[in-house]
């Protein structure tokens, strides 16, 4: 049975529903206890088996004055649309959250999902940027 997601006020409903799975699936398999790199092993294979295009570790440049004064690099940057940042925590930190949401600023997507893998199973929160959800 194919799910539909029909809400208008959702940025990228499936392809959403579609990754936050890929994370409940990961979980489901490994379980809990692992590091934040083995479950960002294993989502990237979870992407190239569902034939997105993404890139993993994905570069940004930290400007200040027009100078680049340090980097930064996001999890997956999914399909030109998704950030997806993935964390080993069980609860979300503000910490956590403002750096989703300077990376979806500065790569001017319209959507972020930050998923944590905890000991109890996967939480994840939807984070958008509200510039470019208006603007399109």
Known sequence: MKVVVRRDDLVYPELSYKLVGYAYEVFDELGPGHSEKTYQRAYAVMLRRNDHQFGEQVYYPVRFKDEIISKGFLDFKVDEKVIVELKKDDR?????????????????????????????????????????????
């Open 92 to 136: 979300f930190s503000k910490t956590h959250i403002d750096q989703v949401l300077d990376y979806i600023k500065r790569s001017n997507l319209k959507l972020a999902l930050l998923i944590n893998f905890t000991k109890e199973g996967v939480k994840f929160k939807r984070i958008v940027n509200i510039n470019e959800a208006v603007a399109s």
